[in-house]
């Protein structure tokens, strides 16, 4: 095929997505479908970077993948697969660490952000390395593309890097990938503190996918909003309302000027309120979708083996070159 390749993945740590995680990433995924040869891994290697319960998280990897079928990834155009079914992940991994320095591993700051709440024995070496197994997931499908928020450009400038000097050394081999800046992608904001973003490791301000929308219905009328009663976009003096409304027409497809001019002469309230409703109603389908893969193990099994095998076709490939060339 002739359409650029874009790669992307998703950690299955928390189970459920957030609505950060959708709008801000799957969305985008799906999009891109349409337009790029795309290949989409949930990243369980990444996964052990920290402790993990093996049950819950090879639950945590089906109900991952299902949700991103649930949300429109199309197996039929997209390779979808887990990453451990794909040794070559971890083959590579070790290439790419071998080429790795000391001090240019440990100038990722985002590293540094995770390791800082820890003591050194507490945090495992792959937390460490983990930017350089994504180097290798990248590379080993010749990758053009890679959709990437800000808090990864770093680790994409250290994949091109990596890219470049094993080329230098070695011949060309990989090709050297590009950040892919998705247009209308949206930060979500915690509903609690819209001055951080809708995280995982913050639970009270987060809507997820999989709850009860009655919950998430609940936690959106008892959002965080700001003074003043005009429900009016403006980050700065009113971030708590601008993040509902961020939300909102992402979830609609409403422009928000046209959701603040429905709103005029209505409070804050009517806003949540209604919200609650949107969310309710993107979601009900979406859980259904979810349950019914859940509800036919073999079915999904079969679609991830297939996503598997396509990945390992383009793989083994890259890495059976790369092997050759440094004398394995
Ligand atoms: P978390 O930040 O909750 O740990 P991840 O790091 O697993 O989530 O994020 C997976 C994807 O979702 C990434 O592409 C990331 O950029 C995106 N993402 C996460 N949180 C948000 C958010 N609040 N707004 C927009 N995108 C987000
Ligand atoms: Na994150």
Known sequence: TSRPRVLSGIQPTAGSFHLGNYLGAV???????ESH????CVVDLHAITVEQDPKTLRQNSRVSAAQLLALGIDPERSALFVQSHVPEHAQLGWVMQ????????????????????????????????????QAADILLYQTQF????????????????????????????????????????AKIYD??????????????????????????????????????????FDVVEKPGVSNLLTIYSALTGRAVPELEADYAGRGYGDLKKDLGEVFTEFVTPVQARVAAYLDDPAEL???????????????SVTLARAYERIGF
């Not at 320095?101 to 700051?109: D, H, I, K, L």
């Not at 770093?154 to 470049?164: M, S």
């Open 98 to 133: 071998c080429l790795t320095g000391f001090g240019e591993a440990g100038r990722m700051t985002q590293f540094k952000d995770k390791s800082a709440r820890q003591t050194a024995d507490h945090v495992g070496v792959g937390l460490f390395t983990y930017p350089i197994l």
């Open 37 to 40: 040869d795309a290949f989409y």
């Open 146 to 185: 890679v959709p990437v928020g800000e808090d990864q450009r770093q680790h994409l400038e250290l994949t091109r890097d990596l890219a470049q000097r094993f080329n230098k050394r070695y011949g060309k081999t990989f090709r050297v990938p590009e950040a892919y800046i998705v247009k209308d992608t």
């Open 27 to 33: 969305r985008q995924w799906v999009a891109l479908q």
């Open 301 to 315: 099994d079969k679609v991830l083996a297939r996503g598997a095998e396509r990945a390992r076709e383009v793989a």
């Open 191 to 232: 509903l609690q503190d819209p001055a951080a973003k809708m995280s995982k490791s913050v639970p009270a301000g987060m809507v997820e996918l999989l709850e009860d929308p009655k919950r998430s219905a609940k936690k959106i009328r008892s959002a965080v909003t700001d003074a003043g009663r005009e429900v009016v």
